[in-house]
């Protein structure tokens, strides 16, 4: 939590060198790669109830989406979209006592409304930097469960349930535009999303036919981090 206060804090930059797009509302599309990480965000997280050990373990995944951004002043945006977003976790089972091992993948995917405010910094004639802080909520759709067969009526088992239908987190990013004359804005940036509260509980379990055998539970936290690519369709100010 001290690492993502931090992180937040340095992307809030002077505008006193600002240039934003005041009278232009533009339309944009967006394809950011979840980057694993060990820095910022949850990267693997272990479930374990002795003689039964698990690990969730976040793995490459994306948001994607359309993007609208409002010109308000020559210093400040408004920027908000709706985007898909697959967070993908890889599951590790181990029960020593019987030699079973086993390895399984689980997908959690969400429906979010983004809205953040920007603040740009003109570096040359068509190249820009900007920062952004905002608020997101999300929609989960379903919980999720996996399981891997380990034996004879026996199988490593994965349940997660959300802890709300809907959730809200706070955005951050930062990135650099390249603006041409008639085809549109080019950037590129990366991003940190951070719930408010833990997304979901996971339950990682061995299981026979008469029911688990080992139970292990904990929250899983949803942070992560982004590399964002973004392109915006040209569009002349309103009194052009």
Request: aromatic fraction near 14%.
């Amino acid at each position: 939590m001290n690492k993502a206060i931090i992180i937040l804090s340095l992307l809030l930059t002077s505008a006193s060198l600002s240039h934003g797009q005041k009278g232009v509302t533009t339309f944009g599309l967006q394809f950011k790669p979840i980057i694993p990480n060990s820095l910022i965000g949850t990267f693997e997280q272990d479930f374990n109830d002795e003689p039964f050990y698990s690990t969730v373990k976040q793995k490459f995944g994306f948001s994607t989406g359309m993007l609208v951004r409002v010109g308000l002043t020559k210093m400040i945006s408004i920027e908000t979209g709706i985007n898909l977003t697959q967070r993908n976790f890889g599951l590790n089972y181990s029960l020593p006592d019987s030699g079973y091992t086993a390895d399984d993948r689980v997908r959690v995917v969400g429906y979010s409304i983004p809205v953040s405010c920007l603040v740009y910094i003109r570096l040359a004639d068509q190249w820009f930097m900007n920062t952004s802080l905002g608020a997101s909520i999300t929609a989960f759709p379903s919980d999720v469960r996996t399981w891997v067969p380990v034996g004879n009526n026996e199988r490593f088992q994965q349940e997660g349930a959300y802890r709300s239908k809907l959730q809200g987190a706070a955005i951050a990013n930062v990135g650099f535009e390249y603006r041409t004359k008639s085809s549109g804005y080019f950037y590129l940036g990366a991003s940190y999303h951070l719930p408010f509260i833990p997304i979901m509980t996971f339950a990682m379990s061995y299981e026979l036919q008469s029911g688990a055998q080992n139970l292990a539970i904990d929250n899983i936290r949803g942070s992560y981090l982004t590399l964002d690519l973004r392109y915006f369709f040209h569009e002349k100010k309103k009194n052009e």
